[in-house]
């Protein structure tokens, strides 16, 4: 059975400090990965994702994340951190074969970014 | 273009009865999901439609229920509501075939 681990579940960071949320996974098969960004009291919004290809993505807004398969492990990064990145953070799972309505998320990582 | 839709955005009810919230999916998406988010914890699938039919289904009981219309807009029915269904409710519309999904800002339910 699929998991997802995040394994900070708050992360305090000050102002325009470099950031880095950790995910590890579990799969018996191959996956697809995605980090989710919420914001208080919103739905879920898309921040990146890997298919396939490159292993590096970015987001529109300085974030990227890193897949390595033999680490099972999908970090995200952003260099300099802005107050508006305060939020929780998800990362999630989709096995390439099976149902695509099945992303089984981690338990979130509460990013806050002090002044 | 319409992003995804989500009603009402809070509900109070007691346990026992039952509830049915409702998703319009973002334009040009012909399947929805549905997830629910506990407090302090990750969405959890609950189940999926396309084309009017169920298209996988969580760990949850037969008590949660959906349907799909041919608009695309979903209802989620919960029956015999227990203190533990108090969560949030989000609702994901997709292509099929795409792997991404969209969110709604969610419907708070709240059961005592």
């Known amino acids: 059975a699929q998991s997802v681990t995040q394994l900070d579940s708050q992360v305090p960071v000050f102002e325009e400090a470099p950031v880095e949320l950790r995910c590890n996974y579990s799969?018996?098969?191959?996956?697809?990965l995605f980090w989710y960004v919420q914001y208080p009291n919103q739905g879920l919004q898309l921040l990146l994702k890997y298919l396939s290809g490159s292993t590096l993505v970015e987001s529109i807004n300085g974030f990227e994340a890193e897949f390595n398969k033999s680490q099972t492990s999908f970090h995200l990064r952003k260099p300099s951190v802005h107050i508006s990145d305060t939020a929780e953070y998800f990362c999630?799972?989709?096995?390439?074969?099976?149902?695509?309505?099945?992303?089984?998320f981690g338990k979130g990582t509460k990013l806050s970014v002090k002044p | 273009e319409t992003g995804v839709t989500q009603s009402p955005t809070h509900l109070i009810k007691t346990r026992g009865q039952q509830v049915t919230l409702r998703c319009s999916s973002q334009?040009?998406?012909?399947?929805v999901s549905w997830y629910q988010q506990a407090l302090g914890q990750g969405p959890q699938f609950i189940f999926q439609y396309y084309r009017e039919e169920e298209n996988g289904r969580g760990n949850f009981p037969p008590r949660f229920s959906g349907l799909q219309f041919p608009n695309y807009s979903s209802e989620l029915n919960v029956n015999a509501l227990e203190l533990d269904d108090s969560a949030l409710y989000l609702c994901?519309?997709?292509?099929?075939?795409?792997?991404?999904?969209?969110f709604g800002p969610g419907t708070r339910l709240t059961v005592t």
């Open positions: 994901a519309s997709s292509s099929k075939g795409a792997l991404e999904q969209y």
């Open positions: 999630a799972v989709s096995e390439s074969t099976g149902s695509q309505g099945n992303l089984i």
């Open positions: 334009s040009g998406h012909n399947t």
């Open positions: 799969s018996s098969v191959s996956v697809y």
